[in-house]
């Protein structure tokens, strides 16, 4: 019978237990300090962009931002050297995030300041997730693909729909209003559709005439209907997967669980159902 020796040992072990674990008080404070640094960082980098700020305190906004990126490298280098499978950990999603909270900063060094610099920064936020250990219940966002999944049909034919509404308004305000009014083309009429059928309404182009202002009205008074089409759908299915019905059948095939006890077909894939 072969024994598994532990991998870590002494301080190794310990250190492994208050970096990756937060069932001790050395290992809860590490995370609640690990916490504050990364808030202060990601509000570090949001000064930045804001030029009054950058003009007056640019040089004490360095500095934070090279602690902060001295602490995250030491950290990354120390999750390293106590964890259990570094290579693991390396390619792991939360390694990934470690390294990409470190390396920005440094490469600042070799091509200077760049906005793409600065958004990877920004995800440094994404490690409040396992902070918080909030990554074991990603698992319960499956709930939610499922029962995307199982709507898909239904979306598609809403997608459709909404695609031919917003394409047949758009040409008719292109007809009713014209270039004079700032509809020059039939796709920038279908834009002006899709901003006003979503309720945004940007104020670019607006209607003049009498005809056109009220179809607009049409228009919006239908997008709060259309709005809540797919939150329905998506409801009902996820209510659906939570509290199933008994003696429900499933397809073999696709996996559809809204059968009828009558129905001899998958009303979704069309194979044929065995019989009760």
Aim: proline share 5%.
């Amino acid at each position: 019978m072969n024994s598994q020796k532990p991998t870590l040992t002494g301080w190794r072990l310990r250190l492994n237990r208050i970096i990756f674990f937060s069932d001790t008080p050395a290992g809860k404070l590490f995370d609640l300090l690990l916490l504050v640094v990364i808030l202060l960082s990601v509000l570090t980098v949001m000064l930045e962009t804001v030029i009054s700020f950058q003009q007056e305190y640019g040089d004490i906004l360095l500095a934070f931002e090279w602690i902060f990126t001295l602490l995250f490298t030491i950290e990354y280098f120390t999750r390293i050297l106590s964890s259990e499978k570094p290579l693991r950990y390396l390619f792991s999603p939360l390694g990934i995030i470690d390294f990409l909270a470190a390396v920005p900063p440094l490469l600042l060094l070799f091509v200077g300041v760049s906005p793409l610099l600065m958004m990877v920064r920004i995800f440094r936020m994404l490690r409040i997730f396992t902070i918080l250990k909030l990554a074991r219940y990603i698992g319960e966002a499956n709930l939610l693909v499922d029962a995307l999944r199982a709507s898909r049909y239904r979306i598609i034919v809403f997608v459709i729909t909404v695609i031919s509404i917003v394409t047949v308004m758009g040409t008719l305000m292109y007809v009713i209003e014209g270039p004079q009014y700032g509809f020059t083309s039939i796709p920038k009429s279908i834009y002006w559709a899709v901003i006003t059928l979503t309720t945004v309404g940007y104020g670019d182009i607006v209607p003049h005439t009498v005809l056109g202002q009220a179809m607009s009205s049409m228009i919006m008074l239908l997008g709060y209907a259309m709005i809540a089409i797919p939150t329905g759908i998506i409801t009902m299915q996820i209510s659906h997967n939570i509290s199933p019905q008994k003696g429900e059948r499933r397809c073999p095939q696709c996996g559809a669980k809204e059968l009828d006890k009558t129905d001899r077909y998958c009303k979704q894939c069309g194979k044929k159902l065995a019989e009760n």
